[in-house]
């Protein structure tokens, strides 16, 4: 651990010494109008046609504010930027854009844990007061963190009403707040899911205290900086009011649009406050389901449904949502916060990706089964199932 510490610890001056996820804010990003030429899929061209122009008619009918990726087994066969960044600046949205990802930042968070895990760091059943000595309930485990089953109460409440919006805080200063307001469990550990953003700002704390590192620091050296990821990082609140382009969040009332401004909860890290663009998600989501980022058999367990006390499962893992749609199963996570909704969403059968992140307040979850129900019905003849996918349990 010792070794592992020294090794974060010589990168945090380089990673602190420049902004990171900047630099290519303006990369040119425009609609993809017309199918790839070189197309490995062996879809029609003039099926791939007609379904960027459902597609395209979906994202005007719910008016869709940000960008969307699709990708079958890798290969990008749709990606868009539509509107503004800032609507007071007219920014125009690109391809490269970075969005808050909300509660589709848990992924993250769940992986730096399975990490620390190959690492024989942790163990998931480990009681987090092995690692957080002021943790106030010696019955909870990691594992109860990850699949939600803790019974924490929600943080939120704390921060609203007994911090200061501007003063700075930390996942230390939410664990302190916890102690000090002697807030009791909602239910035994394991007799029932009950999601919990508490839970996975815990996690984070986890990783700070065992890695000695923050935990955005971590994020930037294990995931983003290996995977080539140049737009993802952790909220900043310097950064993100500093920089011209970056994407604000709106409330959408109507044709009103209200941005969102500073919030001490933005500080907290785990449940949110992953920023990322399409592409570095795709990027992403490809080395995690080909295995670059953890072991298969560590992936299969955090993609298997988390068992309660009395033997019930829940269509939850680890940082992922598990939901089997007739013959379709899905691995995925929606955010909701602060105007930014966000899904990532893969189905291993066909290998198809989506990816939506929008600033205005969209109906993520309706504008995904619709562009889902239009996959399907046009791509459905074209595609080969992977027998061997069978990581929903």
């Known amino acids: 651990m010792r070794l592992y510490k020294s090794f974060l610890s010589l990168f945090l001056i380089v990673l602190f010494s420049h902004p990171l996820g900047m630099s290519a804010l303006m990369v040119d990003g425009k609609p993809l109008l017309e199918p ?3 197309n490995r899929l062996t879809i029609p061209r003039e099926i791939l046609k007609q379904t960027n122009e459902k597609i395209e008619q979906s994202l005007k009918k719910y008016r869709f504010n940000g960008t969307a990726l699709i990708a079958i087994k890798g290969e990008v066969v749709y990606e868009t930027a539509k509107g503004y960044a800032n609507f007071s600046t007219k920014t125009p949205i690109e391809l490269e854009s970075s969005f808050q990802l909300a509660s589709a930042s848990k992924p993250f968070t769940a992986l730096s844990i399975m990490m620390l895990k190959e690492r024989n760091l942790l ?51 939410v664990l302190d707040l916890i102690n000090k307001h002697n807030l009791p469990l909602n239910h035994l550990p394991g007799r029932r899911f009950a999601y919990s953003n508490t839970g996975y700002a815990i996690l984070a704390l986890i990783v700070e205290k065992i890695t000695g590192a923050p935990f955005g620091a971590f994020l930037q050296i294990e995931i983003f900086d290996k995977l080539g990821m140049q737009n993802s990082f952790v909220y900043d609140r310097k950064r993100i009011e500093e920089n011209p382009y970056q994407v604000i969040g709106y409330n959408a009332t109507g044709r009103r649009l209200r941005p969102f401004y500073h919030d001490a909860n933005n500080e907290i ?27 298969q058999s560590t992936l299969e367990e955090a993609y298997s449904k988390a068992m309660l006390l ?58 995904k089964q619709d562009l889902l129900s239009i996959l399907h019905h046009q791509f459905s003849p074209y595609l080969t199932e992977n027998s061997d996918s069978d990581l929903v349990e």
């Open 36 to 38: 790839a030429i070189d």
């Open 123 to 173: 163990n998931y059943d480990d009681k987090v007061t092995q690692y957080l000595s002021d943790f106030p309930y010696a019955d909870v485990s990691i594992r109860n963190l990850l699949n939600h089953t803790a019974g924490l109460q929600n943080y939120m409440y704390l921060i609203d009403n007994f911090w200061s919006n501007d003063k700075t805080i930390s996942n230390q200063d």
């Open 269 to 295: 890290l785990g449940d949110k406050s992953v920023y990322s663009s399409v592409h570095d998600l795709l990027k992403f989501e490809q080395a995690l389901n080909n295995y670059e980022l953890v072991d």
């Open 310 to 367: 009395n033997h019930n499962f829940v269509n939850y893992g680890f940082g992922w949502r598990l939901k089997e749609d007739g013959a379709r199963s899905y691995i995925f996570h929606n955010g909701a916060w602060h105007g930014f909704m966000s899904t990532i969403t893969y189905e291993p059968k066909t290998e198809l990706t989506l990816v939506l992140l929008n600033n205005t307040s969209a109906s993520i979850s309706t504008v």
